[in-house]
């Protein structure tokens, strides 16, 4: 039954159009990431960048070079769009944008992370075996079938994605609309459409709606006679996403999906006109089949556990920010922070005010002024800047946090020397202080 279930071979139609529609996607980003001006403000104008903790050693590059490194991410794009040396093409990007996934955070968003996970699990696919230049130089590649796994890897991996997204939206402030309200507010200076997001209808649309189509999404796609109005809510969801919260390629990648979920007569009628049926419904069980189901299993049990490690973590996620990353808490807080740092020579007893503008940008300064990990790490930052000016320091922070607009409450512990103490990546650092 497992056999037949992973190893059955269907009609590849839906995995080359997603390829074709990844790569267009993943050139888009890439190359978008110049014209708006994001590298600038995120990898080349800052003096110091947030990397993920552990990934110090990744910086940007120098000068202009990190627009020549999404240049190539583009052209990458580009390659595997048309299928031209697919696999190299493939993990040559995924490594790529893993680098620069590591080695930012201040403009951190989800569809960065899951960018990495359907790459890497695209290098494993063979979607490069029809509509493919790889098939035009070397016509024995082409094959009009995929073993079965190929779609269930993708249906899995939005189950979870989705499932999680709706849990994590059952909590107090979002089922009483306060930060529905408080998204929609950011919005109400749009052009048209701002003055109508400030409608009350608005937010319950956004809690509750969210919530079913997250929750519901892939069931209802799933099914035959519920999929057609599923896919249509799709639209209408994923274009209210991408205009009004601007998250990028992330839902037309979200729409890409689908292509999954319908007949494959369908997506040949629409993309793939020439491309003939398969209909032999073989089963070839291959060599490799007790890695690959190691592989797999390794694989879907980090993804079902990372985004549940908060519960096993003190205190709420919300404040804490630990285990929130990586774990589809997509929208879920607004926060901000009046925090203020100051140094003290261990020998001389001299105090320092540290002025965040000499160090950070604006959207730095926001994330070192509310976000724990980002503190720790700024605190490391001056404490490494003065001993090269010859100082040893302790480095004190006075931080106070306010999420979804409720009190400020102090964060950090302002008597412990953050330039001192370690950061902890499994458990609850103790010089945060408990949320009230």
Known sequence: ??????????????????????????????????????????????????????????QPLPGNWMYVYYLVMGLLGLLIMVGYKYRMSMISFTLLWCGVYFMQK??????????????????????????????????????????????WVF???????YTYAAIAKLYPDWLDLTLPTLLMEGKKNYPIIGAYLQHDFVPYLIA???????????PLLLFKKTRKYAFFASIFFHLFNSIVFQVGVFPYLSLAFSLFFFEPEVVRRLFLKKKPAYTKAEIIVPHYKPILLAIGSVYFV????????????????????EGHRMSWRMMLRSKSGVTSYRVIDKKTG??????LSDYLTAKQTRLASSKPDAIWQFSQHLKEDFKAKGQDVSVFVDCKVSVNRKPYQTLINPAIDMGSVKWHWFKHNEWLLPSK
Request: net charge negative; with cysteine; glycine share 4%.
């Open 1 to 58: 039954m497992l056999n037949a279930f992973l190893f059955k071979y269907i009609d590849n139609s839906a995995l080359v159009v997603f390829r074709i529609i990844f790569g267009l996607l993943v050139f888009l980003e890439s190359v978008g990431s110049i014209f708006t001006g994001w590298i600038t403000r995120t990898l080349v104008e800052p003096e110091f960048t947030f990397s993920f903790i552990g990934f110090e050693w990744l």
């Open 106 to 151: 201040s403009s951190y968003n989800n569809h960065y992370y899951l960018l990495i996970l359907l790459s890497a699990i695209m290098c494993t696919l063979p979607a490069n075996r029809y509509a493919s230049i790889d098939v035009k130089l070397n016509p024995s590649l082409k094959q009009l079938a995929m073993p079965s796994w190929c779609k």
């Open 155 to 161: 249906v899995l991996q939005l189950l979870i994605l």
């Open 208 to 218: 509750y709606g969210g919530i079913l189509f997250d929750g519901l999404i892939i």
């Open 302 to 321: 980090v993804q079902v556990l990372l985004p549940i490690r908060h519960h096993f973590i003190q205190d709420d996620v919300l404040w804490t920010e």
């Open 350 to 355: 001299e105090t320092t005010a540290i002025h």
